[in-house]
């Protein structure tokens, strides 16, 4: 062998090193580019083959509260493994959100987000004087501000911790919240009454507070039912007369007929699910409603158990999925069902958290509710199995059509920074309260502090 073979050799050899280099620092540069932080908070929705996710806190500081007003998606049209999602970022918001939901038109798939904290983006600072309303037209990408909303009841204003659900006419149902925003703690209220928005004709209206309607909810989850009653799972409940918190039982489930404004409450059986904040819930094509994760009501370093539940909406029973693999733990969380994929996305990390540290994810997991278990690997044809379903319209010529969602639940994970500082002061005040016994309400019997 030459020399000059040797020379030309190491030279290859060394314009291939920084050849290399240069090829892995651009992979490096577009893969940053395309993983969205860690995140909680955010909320959720399918739009066809793509599941969206909107605004979240990344802040893992527990004093601090940054919403960002990101919004990214997941391309479901081909497979992709879990460790590399398909991800991309969208046009941004034109407010910073979190603590809100939000609901996709089934009449041409446009998104709303109705309440939730609003900030100046990318800030701690609510935004004053945001609009309640912000749509995004996902096949332009375009977000707009409605000028005008029939009927607006102004008491709406600030209203957060709410899971608002649409319906295939295009109404919001959106009840309660609170108007609390983490910044002052000396004046706020729960609500109990039923907002109403018909998205097709941006009118709003307030049902008043019914005499057999729940306590003030929060922090819980909201799903559709196919028959117009929206079922109602966890979170914490306001006793009247006062601002104290106390879990919602798993057994105490309360119902709102959207057909004819009555409430009922249902007695949950089967087995014992313990109660649970910042869980998600999605409905699965047989009417069970799956809940996922969350944490204990007054504690989100603690998770709550069991990770995974059904809940019958024909008998109201329980029962826990068997699960052979380890669940990932997470609340303030995102999940929805997908054909057979239940897919859960960011959220806070109850085990690793403390109260003044949240530790925060950009995983993504998928759990298959035919086998009940976590697949890494997403097939697309898996999802075109199923028939369409009631909940969410498609529109008949859009090629969205043929594959289907089942459903969304959005975490109810989308909960709050702030109402962990209120239940603080406010768990607090009840520890003084419990000095005196008779004024403490009667948890349910799932409950515990
Ligand atoms: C988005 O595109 C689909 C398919 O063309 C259409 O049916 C739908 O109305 C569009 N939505 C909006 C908000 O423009
Ligand atoms: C919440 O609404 C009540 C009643 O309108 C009002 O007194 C209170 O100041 C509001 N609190 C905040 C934080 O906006
Ligand atoms: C506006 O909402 C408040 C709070 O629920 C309610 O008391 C009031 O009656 C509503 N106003 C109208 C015009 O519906
Ligand atoms: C508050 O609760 C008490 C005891 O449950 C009940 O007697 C009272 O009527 C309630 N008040 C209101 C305003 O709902
Ligand atoms: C958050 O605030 C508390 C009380 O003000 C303080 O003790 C704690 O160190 C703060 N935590 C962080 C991470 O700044
Ligand atoms: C999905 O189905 C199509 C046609 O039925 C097939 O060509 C493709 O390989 C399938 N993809 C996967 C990932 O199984």
């Keep these: 062998m030459s020399s000059y073979k040797i020379f030309f050799n190491m030279n290859f050899f060394q314009n291939f090193q920084s050849f290399l280099l240069i090829i892995i620092l651009l992979f490096s540069f577009v893969n940053c580019q395309n993983i969205p932080n860690p995140r909680y908070a955010q909320t959720s929705s399918l739009i066809g083959k793509r599941l969206y996710f909107f605004g979240g806190d990344f802040t893992t500081n527990a004093n601090v509260s940054i919403a960002t007003n990101e919004v ?7 497979s992709f493994n879990t460790a590399t999602p398909p991800w991309n970022k969208d046009v941004g918001m034109p407010i910073g959100y979190k603590l809100g939901t939000s609901c996709v038109s089934p009449i041409d798939n446009s998104v709303f987000l109705v309440g939730g904290r609003m900030y100046i983006p990318n800030t701690g600072n609510i935004n004053l004087g945001s609009s309640p309303v912000h749509v995004f037209n996902s096949n332009i990408s375009l977000w707009t501000t ?9 008491s709406f204003e600030k209203r957060n911790q709410i899971q608002p659900v649409i319906d295939n006419n295009g109404k919001v149902y959106i009840f309660g919240g609170t108007n609390f925003t983490g910044l002052d703690s000396s004046s706020f209220f729960y609500y109990n009454d039923m907002s109403i928005l018909d998205t097709t004709s941006m009118t709003w209206s307030t049902l008043a507070a019914f005499t057999n309607a729940p306590p003030p909810l929060l922090t819980n989850t909201a799903t559709l039912l196919p028959t117009g009653i929206i079922v109602y799972i966890g979170g914490f409940k306001n006793l009247n007369g006062s601002f104290m918190p106390w879990p919602v039982s798993m057994n105490e489930i309360q119902t709102f007929n959207t057909k004819n404004f009555v409430w009922s409450a249902q007695v949950a059986g089967g087995a014992s699910i313990g109660s649970r904040i910042a869980h998600s819930a999605v409905l699965t094509q047989n ?14 370093t603690i998770s ?9 909406t024909s008998s109201w029973m329980w029962s826990i999925p068997d699960l052979s ?13 997908y054909g057979d994929y239940m897919i859960i996305a960011f959220g806070q990390i109850p085990s690793k958290s403390s109260s003044s540290y949240y530790a925060l994810s950009n995983n993504l997991y998928i759990l298959d509710i035919k086998s009940y278990t976590w697949v890494t690997s997403f097939n697309p044809n898996q999802s075109k199995a199923l028939p369409p379903t009631t909940i969410q319209t498609p529109s008949p010529d859009n090629n969205l059509k043929n594959y289907l969602f089942i459903g969304i639940g959005i975490g109810a994970g989308m909960v709050l920074l702030g109402v962990f500082s ?5 768990l607090y005040k009840r520890k003084r309260q419990n000095q005196y016994p008779k004024s403490i309400p009667t948890p349910g019997n799932t409950d515990r502090i």
């Excluded at 009417?287 to 989100?300: C, K, L, N, Q, V």
């Excluded at 693999?325 to 999940?335: G, K, R, V």
Aim: with cysteine.
């Design 422 to 426: 209120v239940v603080g002061f406010l």
């Design 72 to 78: 990214w998606y997941l391309d479901l049209s081909s």
């Design 304 to 312: 709550a158990t069991p990770y995974i539940a059904k809940l019958d």
């Design 146 to 154: 409605p000028n005008i909303i029939n009927g607006y009841n102004s």
């Design 287 to 300: 009417g069970e409603i799956i809940i996922y994760g969350g944490s204990i009501w007054d504690d989100r």
């Design 325 to 337: 693999l380890n669940s990932p733990q997470l609340c303030y969380h995102s999940a929805a069902l």
